[in-house]
């Protein structure tokens, strides 16, 4: 129970078999409380085991953090709103009374991104930079700020991806929005380690997540496949290209994270540390 009396906010940590709620129970089950948030998503961005098995989200989260003897705050909110931002994290300082981690988990809905850089759509661009990178620069500066304000130290956690540090075809609003995270990691450790925070990132491969996508979507129509078929293919496909013989499962990140946020890893930051089974070395 390392995390014991520490307090954490996560975004993103609705979706049922996603990074942020492997991440939110891990700290959980370390001891943390945990604010978690997450947008309300229409049911067309759920993905289709969500909707079948009426999966409720944050709150959904929260009974399960709850089960764990922990205390939660679930609050629901859209990270393209800077106000919203500002908001939900003095909500969670109000409602415990401190914050000692931070986890940028949250990501836009992907799909629409994947297409050339000349088929881009700018619209597109402005809001993965907007989800996958100016809010993870907010919470890092509306948390830091609290953190800096308590005197307590911290920790800072930004999910970035193998995408921040190698690009791939079809990737440009992605990886960009991804690369930007390991750079505002570096300059935010920089700016914040005289108070004892640390700011890290980890760099996922794929995960075998439920994430929702677009591109899956219309792909699996195209193939008259459902879905989780189309899914599963894609899972099984990156699984025989990894030297460890299989994708990372959301419990594999959060265990990087879990580790991050506690006290073992309080000599490092600015890092950017990979969890891909052996895909990428940089
Ligand atoms: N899944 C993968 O294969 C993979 C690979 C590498 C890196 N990552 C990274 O890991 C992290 C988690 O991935 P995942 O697959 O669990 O995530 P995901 O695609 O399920 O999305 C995370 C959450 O972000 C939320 N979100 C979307 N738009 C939002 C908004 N406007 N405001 C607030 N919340 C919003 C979603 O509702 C979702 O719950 C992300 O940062 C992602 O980029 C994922």
Redesign the pocket.
Not at 77 to 81: G, H, R, T, V, W
Not at 104 to 110: D, Q
Not at 159 to 163: F, M, T, Y
């Given at each position: 129970m390392t995390l014991e009396g520490k307090v954490a906010l996560v975004?993103?940590?609705?979706?049922m078999?996603?990074?942020?709620?492997?991440t939110a129970l891990k700290l959980a089950s370390q001891g943390a409380d945990v604010a978690i948030?997450?947008?309300r998503?229409p049911a067309d961005?759920l993905?289709p085991g969500e909707v079948r098995s009426e999966w409720q989200?944050i709150d959904s989260v929260a009974d399960e953090v709850r089960g764990l003897g922990r205390r939660v705050l679930p609050i629901y909110?859209?990270?393209?709103?800077s106000q919203?931002i500002e908001d939900l994290v003095a909500q969670a300082v109000d409602h415990f009374g401190r914050l000692d981690i931070m986890v940028?988990?949250?990501?836009?809905?992907?799909g629409r991104d994947k297409v050339p850089v000349t088929e881009l759509d700018e619209d597109v661009w402005h809001?993965f930079l907007?989800?996958?990178t100016t809010?993870v620069f907010l919470c890092t500066k509306f948390a830091g700020r609290e953190m800096v304000r308590m005197g307590n130290g911290g920790r800072i956690v930004n999910?970035?991806?193998?995408?921040g540090k190698q690009a791939s075809a079809d990737g440009a609003a992605?990886s960009s929005s991804?690369f930007a995270v390991i750079g505002l990691t570096q300059a935010s450790a920089l700016d914040l380690a005289a108070h004892g925070i640390t700011v890290n990132a980890?760099?996922?491969?794929?995960?075998?997540?439920?994430?929702?996508?677009y591109w899956e979507r219309d792909q699996a129509a195209q193939r008259g496949l459902t879905q989780e078929q189309f899914r599963a293919q894609i899972v099984s496909a990156s699984g025989e290209r990894t030297p460890l013989g299989r994708?990372?499962e959301?419990g594999d990140?959060a265990n990087l994270v879990s580790f991050l946020a506690g006290p073992d890893s309080e000599f490092i930051t600015g890092q950017s540390y990979n969890v891909n089974g052996g895909l990428l070395f940089h």
């Open positions: 975004t993103g940590a609705g979706g078999r996603g990074v942020g709620r492997a948030t997450d947008i998503r961005d993905p989200s909110a859209d990270l393209s709103e919203q940028n988990n949250a990501r836009a809905v992907i809001h907007s989800i996958n809010a999910i970035a991806s193998n995408a992605y991804k980890v760099c996922p491969g794929p995960i075998n997540t439920d994430r929702m996508s994708i990372a959301a990140v």
